[in-house]
């Protein structure tokens, strides 16, 4: 099969870039091993865990109802079968949708196990080979598995373990507390597991904003998530009906499942991309420039396999930016604001930079940070969600924003205003001084804004000494 731009991998980044392709007139073929489109993100990642979180916040709304509304509910419970039902309608909903939008694009979908075989041909395990003018590489990634004895019982499970399960574990350990580890220990105390983590760092998700990671670390901790920062996982013992997970300077914890969430890995092996000539490295991915083009240049890779970020929307991105490139266009990928959302409870989301980097770059005293809680926010308080704040972030010279935080409900939508304020380059003033309606949760950003300022209308200025 002949066509003028090939794409291996079907997930966000492979299947924006046979969309974008298409769109702008190739022929395309994009080839995907597993029977659904979608990768990662869709089948095993971002859409079931938000399914989950979903079935865990209405779980936990309907427990915490408050008769001072004039709601009165019988106790509630969870029905795993129900949600696992729920969670699959979602999922196939999706991953049809982009089958939907293959065939308006008009781009061909073979299934099978792709392999390069050289430079401009790919040959699909039980199917015909693709002999291409460009290629889109877009395997994507998968988890890490550390070397320590006896992670390979089949209690030691990865992400896709974990959401392929009937049952809700009695008591769940969680090796890592990333992103994805901390999502999965704020779904399962809801579910009503005991949840333990084990970090080797001294810190919740080390790269967000050390005040937010530490408010979540408060509110796990409030709410019984049992917290081992700063502990190295040394030994797993499976007993035959449970685990013992050994920790630390000897100390030990016991439980049914064990989540394995250190971290994920670019899929660069098995592939091909030595036959093609593709330069990569095993931890860092292929390595592209800012049009997405690898050392081959009629070559490119986008998404977790090019080693950047390991996020669904930069993988669309970069899709789209590799496409265009490959169609012949001039596109650069350019230094984007990148939206950081973490959907526990509370959620967090961050752009542009942390307290901490901005105050690196700029230095100290150039830096002016203002932080409004959602309880002097009137929506919040109205939904009964006032844990957490919004932080405004600026330089002081041009007053340039430079970036924004949030811990609270609904983190992950909100967090919008702050890419498009810091992609447009906006001041602190752009924000603060602009209008945001009322009785909204968006109003908070406004107001961290004035805080920066030094002139907050809804949260009394500390008196001056
Ligand atoms: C539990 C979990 C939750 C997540 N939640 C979020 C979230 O909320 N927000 C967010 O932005 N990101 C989230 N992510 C990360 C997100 O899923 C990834 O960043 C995203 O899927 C990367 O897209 P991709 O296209 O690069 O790779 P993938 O989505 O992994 O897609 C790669 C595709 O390539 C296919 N493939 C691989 N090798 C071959 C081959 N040889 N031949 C044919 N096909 C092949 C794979 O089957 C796969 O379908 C989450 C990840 C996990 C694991």
Not at 33 to 61: N, S
């Amino acid at each position: 099969m002949e066509c003028d731009v090939a794409v291996l991998g079907g997930g966000p980044a492979g299947y924006t870039a046979a969309i974008r392709a298409a769109q702008l007139g190739g022929n395309v073929v994009c080839i995907e091993k597993e029977p659904e489109l979608g990768g990662t993100c869709l089948r095993v990642g971002c859409i079931p865990t938000k399914a989950w979180v979903q079935t865990a916040h209405a779980l936990h709304a309907a427990r915490e109802i408050d008769p001072k509304l004039g709601v009165v509910a019988e106790e509630p419970r969870l029905d795993l079968a129900k949600a696992n039902e729920w969670k699959a309608a979602v999922v196939k909903q999706m991953t049809s949708g982009v089958a939907s939008l293959f065939k308006a694009n008009g781009v061909t979908w073979t299934q099978g196990a792709g392999r390069f075989e050289d430079a401009n041909s790919i040959a699909v395990e039980g199917s015909e080979s693709v002999q291409f003018k460009s290629a889109i590489v877009a395997t994507g990634s998968f988890p890490i598995r550390p070397p320590i004895p006896g992670l390979d019982s089949p209690r030691c499970i990865d992400s896709t373990g974990l959401l392929a399960q009937t049952e809700v574990p009695r008591r769940l350990v969680i090796l890592g507390g990333g992103i994805i580890g901390c999502e999965f220990a704020s779904i399962f105390e809801r579910f009503g597991s005991e949840v333990t983590i084990v970090e080797m760092l001294e810190t919740l998700i080390p790269q967000e904003d050390v005040e937010a990671t530490t408010e979540l670390r408060k509110v796990f901790t409030k709410r019984g998530i049992t917290l081992h920062l700063g502990k190295q996982c040394t030994q797993v013992d499976d007993t035959g009906s449970g685990l013992v997970v050994h920790f630390g300077e000897g100390e030990t914890v016991e439980c049914d499942l064990m989540l394995v969430s250190v971290g994920r890995a670019p899929l660069v092996e098995g592939i091909g991309l030595e036959a093609a000539g593709v330069s990569f490295d095993k931890r860092a991915g292929i390595g592209t420039d800012g049009q997405r083009r690898t050392s081959v240049p009629h070559i490119y890779a986008a998404g977790d396999v090019a080693g950047y970020w390991q996020l669904a929307h930069t993988g669309f991105r970069e899709g789209e930016v590799a496409a265009e490139n490959a169609l012949g266009h001039e596109a650069q990928i350019g230094d984007p604001a990148v939206p950081r959302p973490i959907y526990t409870d509370p959620e967090i989301a961050g752009v542009g930079l942390t307290e901490a980097e901005a105050k690196e770059r700029h230095g100290e005293e150039n830096v002016a940070v203002g932080k409004f809680p959602w309880v002097a926010n009137a929506r919040a308080v109205m939904t009964g969600e006032a844990t957490g704040w919004v932080k405004s972030i600026h330089e002081k010279t041009y007053g340039e924003l430079l970036g924004i935080v949030i811990v609270g409900p609904h983190a992950t939508d909100l967090i919008e205003a702050g890419v498009v304020a810091l992609d447009a380059e906006a001041t602190v003033e752009t924000v603060a001084d602009g209008m945001a309606a009322h009785p909204t949760l968006s109003e908070a950003i406004k107001e961290a804004g004035l805080v920066a300022l030094g002139r907050p209308i809804h949260i009394a200025l500390r008196r001056r000494s």
